[in-house]
């Protein structure tokens, strides 16, 4: 397959929407990551999705909207608190989980009766579903397992000759996947953290909100069954920031033979070993972890991470990075 490279002008968006409704599959940019895009509506492209990138067809999808009013089309009923959310912080790097009705197949949702709703702040993201007409299933656009992509040459690099096109839009701003909020019970839970914090949801709800840490209660949400974001080195984390440690850690390394690089907080305190800045402020860090991850494992065999903030919002980029670790903290 040649992958098409599109743009965003009224002629390639208008192509990129007729694809997705002939059941190809379109990479877009939204706030968070890059999406992989195919047609809610067609059991067949939702399926090539899986394909696509070597999902596992138990992980769901998110459906992604341009417009309230769609969410009402695929979700079964829509309590006081969900009407909430909607009205008061949507568009937003945020995902909904709600009952769903049957215009939404079990492929999307790993059979389970609940459907994931997201509509990207992306103002590109809004264009092209807009365009694409339908509501559009969207997991991240990389192969299943890798750092997700945060620009359209990352998307090539892993699907390049695998999907029909790639919308060449802005990097993402947001760096991270969006926070998943299960809606569909009685209290809402937070199943995947994201830059929306359980404080701001909070705020809008005026109750209490939940969030979920056990793993094997994550069954309602995308992306946290899997081990997700792995560089294709061995990376190792730290959440203390202690110099001495992951100095000491970066030498043992090197008398093994290994060529590593930390990648931390502040680069000014370890001598002449390599090393990478993760960013300076939580939204720095976010936004450049994926792309740090996919640029560091071609110049060395080994990453130490460190990572100290203790905010809601690190929080978020702490689970990311522990999946990317495969739970391997010094």
Not at 20 to 36: K, M
Not at 166 to 180: D, H, N, R, Y
Not at 205 to 229: A, M
Not at 253 to 270: A, H, I, M, R
Request: include cysteine; charged fraction near 25%; glycine fraction near 6%.
């Amino acid at each position: 397959m040649k992958t098409k490279y599109l743009q965003f002008n009224d002629n390639d968006l208008n192509e990129a929407g007729r694809l997705i409704r002939q059941g190809e599959l379109v990479a877009f940019p939204t706030e968070t990551v890059y999406g992989l895009g195919a047609n809610a509506l067609d059991v067949s492209a939702v399926k090539s999705t899986y394909v696509a990138k070597g999902r596992p067809s138990d992980n769901p999808l998110i459906v992604h909207v341009y417009d309230k009013k769609q969410i009402y089309d695929i979700a079964r009923t829509v309590n006081v608190y969900a009407e909430t959310i909607i009205n008061e912080l949507m568009p937003a790097s945020l995902t909904v989980v709600l009952p769903k009705k049957a215009v939404i197949d079990d492929c999307i949702t790993a059979g389970l009766d609940t459907v994931a709703i997201r509509m990207p702040e992306s103002a590109e993201a809004r264009a092209f579903l807009q365009a694409a007409a339908v509501p559009v299933t969207a997991p991240s656009a990389n192969l299943s397992g890798r750092p997700s992509p945060t620009t359209w040459r990352r998307v090539s690099d892993d699907l390049d000759g695998k999907i029909a096109a790639i919308l060449c839009g802005q990097p993402c701003k947001v760096g991270i996947e969006s926070t998943v909020l299960d809606l569909s019970g009685e209290q809402p839970l937070i199943l995947r953290p994201g830059v929306v914090t359980p404080d701001q949801i909070e705020s809008v709800l005026k109750i209490p909100v939940k969030v979920v840490t056990n793993p094997k209660d994550k069954v309602n949400s995308p992306g946290v069954r899997y081990k997700h974001y792995a560089p294709k080195v061995p990376l190792v984390l730290d959440t203390s920031g202690d110099v001495k440690k992951l100095s000491d850690y970066y030498d043992g390394l090197s008398e093994q033979g290994f060529k590593p690089v930390l990648l931390v907080e502040d680069t000014s305190v370890y001598g002449n070993r390599s090393v990478c800045c993760i960013g300076r402020t939580d939204v720095e860090v976010a936004q450049n972890l994926f792309e740090n991850l996919r640029v560091l494992e071609n110049k060395y065999d080994y990453i130490i991470a460190s990572f100290s903030s203790k905010t809601q919002f690190a929080d978020s980029i702490l689970n990311r990075l522990i999946r990317s670790a495969a739970q391997h903290i010094i």
